[in-house]
């Protein structure tokens, strides 16, 4: 049952699909991790059926998309819901944000899953906005995911990354924000490589001095700041930073090229997680980190490095499309019954991209039942005219 997958020079290749998953992926236990504190940041699923476009409303199915979140959670793994990997600011508006987080926060009570909820700004629509506008519409937001009984994470802003002159409207801004935070909320960098409109956010480009700012607003603040998730792929700089946080203050490792390492830490300490590519990944990470509880570092290691080559090709530049193979590789294990996404970003990634995905998730074993995943690829082979 060889598959013919075409590569990048534009020649199709042999692979034999593999017959069985991975042990791992058979276990399901939704006991907490003792070691790290982890979240994988969810992908929304769309409805196929919607009349709509591109940049219309986004249209959800909300029975698949909550039960891809009590998947999760049947394995261990907190939620972070409504960040980027649900298509935050390419595809999903903020009126359907806010019905997600008030949705998940529901499902998470009922089933007992942990679940942290993203605080943006989207809302603002208009090219020019103050920083009046900006506080205001992180309020509106903050007052959503604390009313739905969520952990907060406040996102970074397009909006104030286009606003602020300098470090102190970062410092004033999020000062405010989080002394009337009602409890301890998880500061997110994302780097511009995921939203190119974030450069120069904390006030500078230079990475140094925007890290000196970061830590000023957590230092005034540190029981307001239960950790920071770092999303800038440069292991030694999420490091040093993580040194530097005040005693009790959580990093959580938001790169998607190094986390192996990053979670596994080093003598002076370690990342937890919250991460897009523990999507794809739940029930091996899951393991990873079960293995990791009872002290086997290098038990954890050999669970997790192989999963880096796929990590790093979904999240090639431009980066930012990563969500479209992490919504491929969903539909490929049967989570969704289709590979529809809103705003229409299935089409964000190549067939030579999505075929490669598909041979390094089937070469780890990722998918439950690895003989569908098979035939919804040859399926898309065919689409595209392959004869597989």
Known sequence: MTLH?????????????????????????GSAFSSRTVFSAAHVVADPY??????????????????FRRHLWSHGLGVAEAM???????????????????????????????IACGVGTDQLTATAATLADVRSAYEEQLAVVEESGAQAILMASRALAATAQGPDDYLEVYGHLL?????????????????????????SSDLDAATDTFLEVIAAHPD????????????QREIDLRRRLPRGVRCYTGDDFNYPELIAGDEQGFSHALLGIFDPLGPLAAEAVRVLDTGDTDGFR????????????????????????????AWLAGHQSHFTMVGGLQSARSLPHLARAYELADGLGLFPDPKPAEERMRNLLALYGVNA
């Open 5 to 29: 997958l075409p590569g990048d020079d534009g020649t199709l290749r042999a692979y034999e699909p593999r017959t069985e998953p991975l042990p791992a992926l058979r276990a399901t236990s």
């Open 50 to 67: 919607a009349d709509t476009t591109p940049d219309g409303p986004a249209a959800v199915d909300w029975d698949a998309t909550l039960a």
């Open 84 to 114: 980027d990997t649900a298509q935050r600011g390419m595809g999903l508006d903020w009126p359907t944000a806010a019905e997600l987080i008030r949705r998940s926060a529901a499902e998470a009570r009922s089933t007992g899953g942990r």
């Open 179 to 203: 002394r009337q935070a009602a409890e301890p909320v998880i500061l997110h960098w994302l780097g511009p490589m995921f939203d190119p409109a974030l450069e120069g956010y904390w006030g």
């Open 224 to 235: 307001k700041v239960d950790g920071i998730k770092v999303s800038l792929l440069d292991a």
């Open 302 to 329: 050999a669970l997790l490095d192989p999963t880096v080559e796929l990590s790093r090709h979904l999240f090639r530049a431009p980066t930012r499309y990563y969500k479209t193979g992490v919504v491929f590789l």
